[in-house]
């Protein structure tokens, strides 16, 4: 079994910055790739960023030159860095490790951004 476990959601301003973790444990074999995806009210879950095991990044469009992904391999933790966030960002962020049997879901962090 595999653990995923998030941190770092909370209330922010906007133009403001916040920094998600994710660290996964346990049988960790056949790592692929870590990703973050956000749900908002009433949408469907989407990607927002992804890392692979190789180190190569993708984004969505929506988060480009604002979000960044990083990776600690040693720790098997993915970081999501995201800056001049505006109210669209607002959703359930949501942290998923992808290994060549199965993902693996963390329970989510909240990320509002308000005034």
Not at 15 to 35: E, P, W
Not at 60 to 87: C, E, H, W
């Amino acid at each position: 079994q595999v653990q995923v476990v998030e941190s770092g959601g909370g209330l922010v301003q906007p133009g403001g910055s916040l920094r998600l973790s994710c660290a996964a444990s346990g049988s960790i074999f056949g790592l692929v790739a870590m990703g973050w995806y956000r749900q908002a009210p009433g949408k469907q879950r989407d990607l927002v960023a992804r890392i692979t095991s190789g180190g190569g990044t993708n984004y969505a469009d929506s988060v480009k030159g604002r979000f960044t992904i990083s990776r600690d391999n040693a720790k098997n933790t993915v970081y999501l860095q995201m800056n001049s966030l505006n109210p669209e960002d607002t959703a359930v962020y949501y942290c998923n490790v992808e290994l060549l049997v199965r993902a693996y879901w963390g329970q989510g962090t909240q990320v509002t951004v308000s005034s």
